[in-house]
């Protein structure tokens, strides 16, 4: 007999027909959500984001053009320090924090002869290659070997030491396979390669991507470095570096190394500076740069507040060298420079580069932050001092005094600006004594373990002394700007 129907069975009729739509209506969005993530996933698909499955294309054309870089050097090496064809002088802390490919230094004056080995590429048929100055620096020949094994004698053309970059001749040919340098500038995550002789170990390929730009590793006044992280070693020293168009987008230099070796940072010249200071040495044989004589400092957000700037932005000037080119233009101290020929100016190492890349005897503009309001002015640009670096073969041999504790010095007189009494810092060798005191190019030295100090004679002889009476360490009092300081620095 058939049940009939009563109101409880007509609820739960009626609940089950409107699970069962809820059902379908899930259903039913999901396909769809399916279909549209097909249809998300196939559009990525169309843009793609090819990984290359070989670079084999790009280095067979390019790496003709990357040759081996071999100097013979004499300098004051110790034993241990001399380098060979198949070894790198590995040494203090600083030399394994920014280590510099090539040649090594030393306190000890013992005069040696040994081999640097480095990278360069050729920029023109006619053998003009480019390299790192530190490569050929000190050299007394240079020898410059092609992927095919032919070596061939060279000459230096010039070399400009702020950049570290140096540009030798081969001799004996007219069509040498040759590269370009890149005038676009890199992105971050492109794919590069770079080619060298790491360990002498010639035509070595490795590859990374762009891991950074504009980075400052204190290595001079101009850092802009590209920082990649293909696989960098002593001996890529002045090799190219390239993008898949087979277009050099820097020159590797250094790399960060706290443990000695390659630990996937290393740092390349850009190629627009390259492409500036290699048309200099082909033309003169060295590179002049626009100066306009002010010290600056950064501007703070605490500086920027109290004279009413709404960014922390320019370069705030400290002093005005008296006669200098911005000093005839009307520029002041406590002006802050806010524009160059009306591009922005960031900080005073932006400010340093812009000013750098204008040649002197130029009609500049440059605009001020003074006294709450925008002003202008015209400055003709001088030349920077002490930048006119002119290496040919037979210089090579450096003429300058010995260091003293590491430290490349110059009597303060000689030096425009750095006032009459102490010696100026003008070099820091990294595997020195100095090179962990924090020491700055620039700094002036007035006393010596007590006893004041005007040219190098007078420090190397305090020196030692103190050595011979078997001094552990020697005080400093140290100038830097208008703050003073005593740096203890090791002897032996």
Not at 291 to 296: D, F, K, M, Q
Not at 468 to 479: E, F, G, P, T, Y
Request: hydrophobic share 40%.
């Amino acid at each position: 007999m058939k049940e009939k129907p009563n109101a409880f069975t007509n609820v739960a009729h009626a609940l089950r027909l409107e699970l069962l739509a809820v059902v379908l209506a899930i259903a039913a969005w999901a396909a769809g959500g399916s279909s549209n993530s097909l249809a998300v996933a196939a559009e990525v698909d169309a843009v793609g984001f090819p990984a290359p499955t070989s670079f084999g294309d790009i280095v067979a054309r390019v790496k003709p053009a990357v040759v081996r870089v071999r100097v013979k050097i004499e300098e004051a090496v110790s034993s241990d320090d001399a380098q060979t064809d198949n070894s790198a002088s590995y040494g203090s802390p600083l030399d394994r924090l920014f280590r510099r490919f090539g040649i090594p230094f030393s306190d000890n004056p013992t005069p040696r002869r040994g081999v640097a080995l480095g990278s360069g590429f050729f920029i023109s048929a006619d053998g003009y290659v480019v390299t790192n100055n530190h490569v050929v620096n000190n050299g007394l020949s240079f020898e410059v070997t092609t992927d095919s094994g032919q070596s061939y004698q060279a000459k230096v053309i010039g070399t400009d030491p702020q950049t570290d970059l140096a540009l030798i001749k081969v001799g004996g040919g007219s069509d040498f396979p040759y590269v370009r340098l890149s005038a676009d500038v890199p992105r971050i995550g492109d794919w590069i390669i770079a080619v060298g002789n790491p360990f002498g170990l010639g035509g070595t390929v490795t590859a990374g991507i762009v891991s950074a730009r504009g980075r400052d590793i204190g290595a001079g006044p101009y850092d802009d470095f590209i920082q990649i992280d293909a696989p960098i070693n002593p001996g890529n020293s002045g090799g190219p570096t390239f993008n898949v168009r087979g277009e050099v987008i820097g020159v590797n230099t250094a790399i960060l190394s706290p443990s000695g070796g390659f630990v996937g940072v290393a740092f390349d010249i850009p190629a627009d500076t390259v492409q500036l200071v290699i048309q200099q040495l082909k033309d003169k044989g060295l590179v002049t740069r626009g100066w306009i004589g002010v010290a600056t400092q950064p501007v703070t957000p605490m500086i920027a507040e109290a004279v009413g700037l709404n960014n922390p932005e320019g370069a705030l000037i400290a002093q005005v060298e008296p006669t200098s080119p911005a000093a005839k233009g009307g520029i002041e101290a406590g002006d802050i420079i806010v524009s160059v020929n009306g591009e922005a100016v960031k900080d005073p190492r932006d400010l340093a580069k812009k000013i750098a890349t204008i040649a002197p005897g130029t009609s500049t503009t440059i605009r001020t932050y003074r006294n709450g309001a925008e002003k202008t002015f015209t400055v003709t640009l001088g030349e920077l001092p002490q930048t006119r670096t002119k290496a040919k073969a037979e210089e090579q041999k450096t003429s300058s005094e010995p260091a003293v504790l590491g430290l490349s010095i110059a009597s303060a007189r000689s030096v425009r600006g750095a006032g009459d009494h102490g010696v100026v810092i003008t070099d820091i060798n990294p595997a020195g004594r100095a090179a962990e005191s924090g020491l700055q190019v620039g700094d002036v030295i007035l006393d010596v373990g007590g006893h004041a100090v005007d040219t190098p004679a007078d420090a190397r002889a305090i020196v030692d002394q103190a050595h011979n009476q078997s001094k552990r360490a020697i005080l400093l009092h140290v100038k830097r700007g208008d703050a003073m300081s005593y740096v203890a620095v090791p002897i032996a």
